[in-house]
């Protein structure tokens, strides 16, 4: 079975929006096993939408669309379909029904362009979408499938596991095509390189039929994506099983999480585990770092407090920083990273504590001390570590990728993965 998936909308073409849904959408066909060969994006225009619609319906079994049903005169999928199909539109009583009552929830006066919602093709159904005034629509006609989902990621992911994964799984089964399945599982690492890491698997990397694997590259972090082709997802899984044994044993100290795992969260569990509590002192970063740990759920658990000093005056009066030091060394430095880090583990009583402070651009470089420069402190029961990082990014980045260093030293303290001078807080 072949699919063809066709995103809607002048913003899309205009760069004002990222479009994350063709992403979702072919991972979700490529866990079917169903292959997908063409992505297109179209504005809302009726003549351009309705040609490649027509040229996606006559080569592949599988169209799956998205955007364009909103209610305003340009949202024009609908349209777009009902000439695809040779239809006219016709309303549907239980799609009028459920704007009339998304409005009347909300105590809104319903505007009557809403109601352009509601129509669909004859032989269409809608898809009733809780999350929005746009249902779907899903046709069969010919031997093939369509769905219209809202370009609304939330409405459109809903709509898509609810509605019409089900839908293709009873095609499929009636028409005796059920198919392969890829399944995907991705290994996360942090604390090594892209290339060292496959210098520890070049073997496996040379080897590889299936499953396969793929190297990618993330700010601060590395991933391994294992992908296996099988009839079933069990059968899929012990194709990666041995090859995931395989890696875990050469790489085993870079290992963080699996899959849809964020290093916070890992961290966030052994701090837990531990009992051990966590406080940041952050100068660079601004509140990145503690954002980032307070994005899970749960946190308040082992997170006490943090600190965004951005002035040396804060530095020196909460959380402790001798002005001696500052004017010595200057704020970006190992030693004041390591006296906020140590300031804010004992002025607010916490076991573990996280510090900042560099120079994130795009102004405040010098020779000696150059844009991206960030130095990182861990103050821990038994002494503080600091490290020094040197990123090439505009501003927004250099904070993402500190804050990411930041979380990735703590992560290696928690996992005893310090070397020796390390340990020593030299």
């Given amino acids: 079975m072949q699919a063809e998936i066709i ?23 490529a866990r079917l096993g169903i292959d997908l060969y063409h992505v297109s ?16 319906w006559e080569r592949v079994d599988l169209v799956l669309i998205s955007g364009g049903l909103g209610p305003t005169l340009d949202d024009l999928t609908r349209e777009a379909v009902a000439l695809l199909a040779g ?13 009339e009552e998304y409005f009347d929830r909300r105590g809104l006066p319903m505007p009557p362009g809403n109601l352009r919602q509601a129509l669909r093709p004859r032989s269409a159904v809608c898809l009733m979408n809780p999350y929005g005034t746009a249902p779907g629509l899903w046709l069969e006609k010919d031997g093939k499938m369509l769905a219209a989902l809202p370009g609304v990621p939330v409405e459109m992911k809903y709509l898509m596991e609810e509605e019409v994964l089900p839908r293709i ?5 009636q028409t005796g095509r059920p198919g392969p399945v890829l399944v995907s599982r991705v290994l996360k690492m942090a604390g090594i390189g892209e290339s060292a890491m496959a210098e520890k698997i070049q073997d496996l990397l040379a080897g590889q039929t299936n499953p396969t694997i793929a190297p990618l590259a993330k700010r ?23 090859v995931e044994e395989a890696i875990r044993s050469r790489l085993a100290g870079y290992i963080f999480g699996t899959d849809g795992e964020q290093l916070e969260e890992v961290v966030g569990r052994i701090l837990t585990a531990r009992g051990l509590t966590l406080g940041t002192a952050e ?20 997170f006490l407090a943090g600190v965004v000093a951005y002035d040396n005056r804060v530095k020196e009066k909460t959380l402790g920083v001798e002005k001696a030091l500052l004017q010595e060394y200057g704020a970006v430095s190992p030693q004041v990273a390591r006296a906020m880090a140590e300031g804010m583990r004992k002025n607010f009583g916490v076991d573990l504590a996280l510090s900042t402070t560099g120079i994130a651009g795009p102004g405040g470089g010098t020779a000696k001390k150059p844009v991206g420069l960030v130095y990182l402190a861990l103050a821990y029961p038994g002494g ?3 490290r020094e990082e040197r ?7 250099n904070k993402i990728a500190a804050a990411q260093a930041g979380l990735v030293l703590l992560w290696q303290y928690l996992k005893g993965a310090f070397s020796g001078a390390e340990q020593e807080g030299h």
């Fill in 220 to 242: 601060g972090e590395v991933w391994l994506r294992l992908t296996a082709k099988a009839p079933s997802e069990e059968a899929a899984l012990a194709l990666i099983r041995p």
């Fill in 7 to 29: 995103c809607v909308g002048t913003e899309l073409l205009l760069g004002q929006i990222i479009n994350t849904n063709a992403a979702y959408l072919a991972e979700k066909l």
């Fill in 384 to 386: 503080t570590v600091t």
């Fill in 391 to 397: 990123f090439c990014w505009n501003r927004t980045e």
């Fill in 283 to 302: 100068s660079c970063t601004g509140g990145l770092l503690s954002h980032r740990i307070t994005g899970v759920p749960g946190a308040s658990a082992y």
């Fill in 169 to 173: 799984d009873r095609v499929r089964a």
């Fill in 87 to 99: 239809e006219e539109l016709v309303e549907d009583p239980g799609a009028r029904r459920m704007i």
């Fill in 41 to 56: 994006t179209v504005g809302d225009n009726l003549p351009r939408l309705t040609a490649l619609l027509q040229q996606a």
